[in-house]
């Protein structure tokens, strides 16, 4: 059964007043796209027999049967943490999405890869001997595809971001953002050879005709539970702060790109172990 993101989408509207319950619905729905009404992943079988269509009769004496087209390949199940700034029931949530690990949290980092500030951030993911998810953007891959590569290499997961960061994405034309998704996955996959399971927003300017083509190139809408601001560089104990507040099941977000990221390092080098003290794992989506 295949969910009509469309018509999801009008009822979303009409029933859901905040924006965060309107995008992890649509995100759900369009993971159910994918992944099947009962949320189970399909089988090769049954997804090579979905796809296998009956070709056109040709006058041949002795036709031969048509091979069967190769089944695309799909992401794997949605695993990330919960989305907690939402304020939809958690049993609710549970029945929509798989439930993150026991005492996870994600840090997510956007905007690069940058030849300063990535390979610091880099440097300290490693010291604490954690695993990010990089939101990159691909002029930023294209120009820097060796340093694309450490990301991958280093165990970290790679997603899409855009090809130019448009802040006014939501506003845009469906053949604008299809050019904006699809560049950025063809230099993300030429790069790394990673094909990116999950889409960010830039500025999280997130529209029907975004979440659309989101499900349509096979990738899940991430949003994010704590925003520090860092990309306004509010000082490091601001940024601080607002990281300390993450908690069990929560998405934050980071920047290693975009300007100065000096107090993001700084941050991150205090709030890190502070985190995991308090029992917090962290996790890639």
Not at 204 to 221: C, D, I, R
């Amino acid at each position: 059964m295949e969910v009509d993101l469309a018509g999801e989408a009008s009822k979303l509207a009409s029933r859901l007043a905040s924006r965060r319950e309107t995008l992890w619905l649509m995100g759900a729905a369009a993971g159910l796209t994918v992944l099947g009404a009962d949320g189970a992943r399909p089988s090769n079988d049954s997804r090579a027999a979905a796809q296998t269509t009956t070709p056109r009769a040709r006058p041949a004496a002795n036709p031969a049967p048509p091979p069967k087209p190769t089944p695309k390949p799909r992401p794997a199940a949605w695993t990330p943490a919960k989305l907690t700034a939402v304020k939809t029931p958690v049993r609710e949530l549970s029945q929509l999405s798989p439930a993150p690990p026991p005492k996870s949290i994600a840090l997510t980092i956007d905007d690069g890869p940058n030849p300063k500030w990535t390979p610091q951030m880099l440097d300290l993911l490693a010291e604490e001997e954690i695993h990010a998810t990089f939101f990159i953007i691909g002029e930023q891959v294209k120009e820097y595809p060796k340093l694309t590569r450490r990301i991958a290499d280093a165990g970290h997961q790679i997603c899409n971001h855009t090809e130019t960061h448009p802040i006014g994405i939501g506003g845009m034309s469906a053949k604008r953002v299809r050019k904006e998704i699809v560049d950025a996955h063809d230099r993300i996959a030429d790069a790394t050879g990673v094909v990116p399971q999950y889409f960010r927003s830039p500025g999280g300017a997130w529209s029907k005709t975004v979440l659309e083509l989101t499900a349509e190139h096979g990738m899940l809408p991430i949003d994010w539970a704590v925003d520090p601001r860092d990309w306004a560089r509010p000082g490091v104990g601001r940024i601080r702060r607002s990281l300390l507040a993450g908690k069990e099941g929560d998405i934050v977000l980071c920047h290693d790109g975009g300007g100065d990221r000096s107090q993001t390092i700084k941050a991150l080098r205090s709030a890190i172990p502070k985190l995991k003290k308090r029992g917090l794992t962290f996790v890639a989506l």
